[in-house]
């Protein structure tokens, strides 16, 4: 395999976290019913503690915005160059960005550039002194004749005609020089990586071809993304402007093209707007969304809950930059009512984090599994795009690039579809289960389960026992990446900032892949020199009872627990089938009804197994540092500290 990640810039491969923190952190929605306290508000320190789950659904950027000082909502801005002390202080949130960067993820942020708030240094100005103030034409058409609902005595132009936000005059270049400042402000103070253009339809386009110039030159990869509705995206999206714009274009059709059973429609934008020959964008990947805090959210979209997983299947692998608004793994409800966001913008506690991922531990598993995806496979990130199948409720097209080709096929039916796919011969692997598939004839058969996916992988990927191990490993390579001295010109700063760039996470993900390896290669020796596979099994634990013809049961017991179910049958087994690892990682229950996240333990000879859905974890019995490194992994997968005494005698 290629190292494409080197050739591809990190937000073409990313998978994006959206916070609207004002809303998440649920502080008070207007500035004057926000009472200072001495010490600053610790909102940030309450995000570092959703790392270990942002973590875990494979999330490589976060956008967080607004966050600039402002009166309510967040987008009237009334300081460029604070954070807002509803969320607490800029010395706060650099600590937070560092320490994502430490997790391997980036951190990009918004920018309210059309328009300010009132409270607005330069507005208060205009409105003390009127025609005498030197920020006069820092705004557009003020017209001191006129009049508002605030009797300022003058009136001007506003976003929309809502007048708590006057529109910036983006002519004036000492306007456009002092937003430019901010943004080098931002990246010197924070370290934050990118940019998102709150209203970008309606920015001044030279004012973004020198935000363009400026973003070039201030930081490798520093990343442009612009909030656009309607139109022709590529009037934005291109090498003088910017980076990407969101796809809401693709946002509707991807949840009413489920709704009215009609995959074409998604089918038609995706020619549209990415076609061989005919796609409108030509030179970038847009930002993909399901949901975010200006929509209602999808589960109050969609016709049958069941389409969900499809929707985000298809988010994550048709081109473009996926994104998981935050709540959106939970399935959370909220429509916007009365003129109110509230509902898509809730308040979430860490502590509910914890319940919610626990309640709702089978989607946020299929999502996590989407992230490995888009972590492990090239092909989704700079592959072509090529349709392959398509009606009314079967989809299926391919991804490629020169190494690999990933084909993705939908089923959006009530029942199940047998598909027959236009491929390329060799054999591909079920990237979710391992299983094998044989193309001939030209075309890969497959049955699809009503309302589900399958991702078919060709070329640079072996079997799902791959994903714990290479998935951490593509982490500790994004926290390398991630640490940048802002700034630095010297050899000394550099070193600096590679010595730094690994951080705990590098050395948990260099020691599985580690014992990955080294297990991968003694297994057949232990196997043949006698050696079994030996451990307890719990029957409730697993969902496929296949994994029973792999194993002799010497004895079983019935355990009383306090758990669910409140019996459990203890099977005390061992096993001579050299793939009883992976099968049992596809045997595990992950129904949160029944017991939560399951996992089964066992040893062959002095390598000691902790088993998950889709994932196989080892250490060597008396190596405390694989050892740890098993145990941290299993607290980021929420297992506790009671339940990890492993029997190794």
């Not at 995706?270 to 964008?281: P, Y």
Request: glycine share 8%; aromatic share 12%; with cysteine.
């Amino acid at each position: 395999m290629s190292d494409w990640k080197n050739s591809c810039p990190w937000y073409e491969r990313a998978v994006f976290y959206h916070i609207y923190p004002l809303g998440m952190c649920g502080v008070p929605k207007r500035r004057e019913d926000f009472q200072p306290k001495e010490a600053p508000e610790r909102h940030f320190e309450e995000m570092e503690e959703l790392l270990p789950h942002l973590k875990r659904l494979g999330i490589t950027a976060l956008y967080i915005g607004p966050l600039f000082e402002s009166e309510g909502h967040g987008y009237e801005t009334a300081d460029y160059y604070k954070v807002d002390a509803r969320l607490g202080d800029n010395r706060g949130f650099r600590h937070f960005v560092d320490r994502c960067h430490e997790a391997g993820i980036r951190v990009v942020v918004d920018g309210v550039f059309n328009h300010s708030g009132r409270s607005f240094f330069a507005f208060q100005d205009l409105k003390q002194k009127r025609e005498g103030s030197a920020y006069r034409d820092w705004y557009c058409n003020v017209n001191f004749g006129g009049n508002n609902e605030f009797n300022d005595g003058f009136s001007y132009e506003a976003w929309h005609g809502y007048n708590i936000l006057p529109r910036l005059n983006l002519w004036n270049p000492a306007v456009r020089g002092y937003l430019l400042d901010a943004v080098r402000f931002w990246c010197r103070e924070f370290d934050i990586d990118g940019i998102r253009l709150d209203c970008a339809d309606v920015l001044h386009f030279d004012f973004m071809k020198e935000l363009r110039a400026l973003a070039n030159g201030i930081k490798p990869d520093f990343w442009l993304m612009g909030e656009v509705i309607h139109g022709d995206y590529s009037r934005w999206v291109n090498r003088d402007t910017l980076h990407s714009v969101t796809n809401y274009e693709l946002h509707k059709g991807l949840y009413s093209g489920h709704n009215d059973h009609n995959y074409f429609e998604i089918a038609h934008t995706i020619r549209r707007l990415f076609g061989q020959g005919g796609g409108i964008v030509r030179e970038g990947r847009l930002y993909t969304f399901v949901e975010n805090h200006d929509v209602n959210r999808l589960i109050d979209k969609v016709s049958l809950p069941e389409h969900m997983k499809n929707i985000y299947l298809l988010s994550y692998t048709l081109p473009g930059i996926p994104s998981v608004y935050y709540g959106g793994e939970f399935r959370l409800h909220g429509v916007q009512a009365h003129g109110s966001d509230d509902a898509i913008r809730p308040a979430i506690s860490p502590e509910q984090y914890r319940e919610l991922t626990e309640k709702e531990s089978s989607f946020v598993d299929y999502l996590a599994m989407l992230g490995r995806a888009k972590a492990l496979l090239p092909a989704l990130s700079t592959g072509s795009y090529e349709e392959r199948l398509l009606t009314n409720r079967q989809y299926a097209f391919a991804r490629c690039c020169p190494e690999q080709a990933v084909l993705i096929a939908a089923n959006n039916d009530e029942a199940e579809a047998r598909v027959s796919i236009r491929a390329e011969a060799g054999e591909y692997v079920d990237f979710e289960t391992g299983e094998r598939y044989s193309c001939e004839n030209g075309s890969l058969a497959a049955v699809l389960p009503p309302h589900s996916g399958k991702l078919f992988v060709r070329g640079g990927f072996e079997s799902s026992q791959a994903w714990n191990a290479a998935g951490d490993a593509a982490a500790a390579e994004e926290s390398k990446a991630g640490r940048h001295a802002y700034g630095a010109e010297n050899g000394e700063e550099a070193e600096a900032a590679e010595q730094n760039a690994g951080g705990p996470e590098s050395t948990v993900s260099q020691l599985l892949a580690a014992a990955a390896r080294h297990e991968a290669e003694t297994r057949a020796q232990r196997l043949a020199s006698g050696q079994k596979f030996e451990g307890v099994l719990i029957k409730e634990s697993i969902e496929d009872e296949s994994i029973l013809d792999k194993m002799t049961v010497h004895r079983a017991e019935l355990w009383k627990t306090e758990r669910k179910p409140r019996y459990w049958t203890a099977l005390h087994f061992s096993s001579e089938a050299a793939d009883f690892p992976e099968a049992a990682a596809r045997a595990m229950m992950e129904d949160p009804a029944r017991g939560g996240s399951w996992f089964v333990d066992f040893r062959c000879g002095n390598i000691k197994y902790i088993v998950f859905r889709g994932c196989v974890l080892s250490y060597t019995i008396g190596s405390e540092t694989e050892k740890q490194a098993v145990r941290e992994s299993c607290l980021a997968r929420g297992v506790k500290e009671e339940e990890m005494n492993w029997a190794e005698a």
